[in-house]
């Protein structure tokens, strides 16, 4: 095992684990990443839940940035795929072929259920990955909304948190002084080295999140003891994801209609939920997410001639009845 100080090589590639509650706000951080003037050359691999990943649909210049992992744990069968996708990264920057022959840091966007402590084990049990890659801090987006609930409910939320080297506390809008206060400090409690920086629709200065060398493993081994070591982890088969997809065109009205009657009754037990949907008479692709009862619709650009239509939504949520969602999704259809 290669357990090195916090020196870092001028050589190794610096990675940014980014991880936190679903819903949070990584995709919209992603997205502020990739289009900011910052000069670097970021390769991004994300990581969703479930058979099919919306994310890499959602990032802006998603077609040349992303590799996608898809499936239900980031720590188990897909750390084999990390492994090699930071690999074939290096091959192709050592061989200075291919578009990722530059690439001089990497970001890693991490399910909203997974546990950070596999992930940064990645680079430590693996020698060919610790002697090329060097973790430069783990950032967990925070949703100020829903935080408490998150907390009080998720063992991964919890460790997302105690693993963090910066925590932000995003959506800050939507709670008032005293909440921020008291949740501010219980994260506190929870990781007292963290920065803590509030957040709004994920906008914070890359020279806080980028390049600050923030990750200690002396601080992780305080946290857990143990982690470098651990093989095993517990997984809550309760939860579980819904991929729906249409190819004729839905109505508005009828999606409003339809979300809302779900939200209402099941809306504890849906945690995320996010997609893009084709809807009649509009020529713009319709982005819909939502986080347990608040959800939106937001515009996006113009379907494109040689682009197939469809709408794809992924629901992650505790005891999902597939056939009952996909059932009502199919109601939506226009006429």
């Not at 980014?18 to 706000?25: D, N, Q, S, V, Y």
Request: glycine residues 6%; negative net charge; charged residues 30%.
């Amino acid at each position: 095992m290669a357990v090195e100080n916090n020196a870092v090589s001028s050589e190794r590639i610096p990675v940014t684990l980014l991880t936190g509650f679903l819903g949070a706000g990584k995709t919209t951080l992603l997205n502020h990443i990739l289009s900011a003037h910052h000069g670097h050359k970021i390769a991004v691999i994300v990581n969703e839940f479930g058979e099919v990943g919306i994310d890499n649909k959602l990032v802006i210049g998603a077609d040349e940035e992303i590799f996608e992992m898809n499936n239900g744990c980031i720590c188990c069968t897909v750390r084999g795929d990390l492994i090699r996708i930071l690999s074939d990264l290096l091959d192709a920057r050592d061989g200075k072929n291919g578009k990722y022959a530059e690439f001089d840091r990497v970001l890693i966007e991490t399910t909203g259920l997974a546990d950070p402590a596999p992930v940064i084990q990645t680079f430590f049990i693996n020698e060919d990955i610790d002697s090329a890659y060097y973790l430069d801090s783990v950032i967990t987006m925070v949703d100020a909304r829903h935080a408490d609930q998150h907390l009080d409910e998720g063992h991964e939320a919890q460790e997302q948190v105690a693993f963090a080297d910066v925590l932000l506390l995003n959506k800050v809008d939507l709670v008032d002084t005293n909440e921020l206060q008291s949740l501010e400090k219980r994260l506190r409690a929870m990781n007292p080295h963290a920065k803590i920086y509030q957040t709004h629709k994920s906008n914070i200065e890359l020279e806080k999140i980028l390049g600050i060398n923030a990750f200690d493993i002396d601080q992780k081994l305080e946290i857990d003891p143990g982690f470098l070591q651990e093989e095993d982890h517990e997984h809550d088969d309760s939860v579980s994801s819904i991929v729906l997809r249409e190819e004729r065109p839905l109505d508005m009205d009828k999606i409003d209609k339809w979300v809302i009657g779900w939200v209402v009754n099941l809306g504890t037990e849906v945690f995320r939920y996010k997609g893009i949907l084709y809807i009649k008479g509009v020529k713009q692709r319709v982005i819909f997410q939502g986080v347990h009862m608040l959800f939106e619709s937001t515009s996006d650009r113009e379907w494109r001639e040689d682009e197939r239509k469809v709408s794809e939504v992924v629901l992650i949520g505790r005891n999902l009845d597939r056939e009952w969602f996909q059932k009502g999704f199919e109601k939506c259809v226009a006429h």
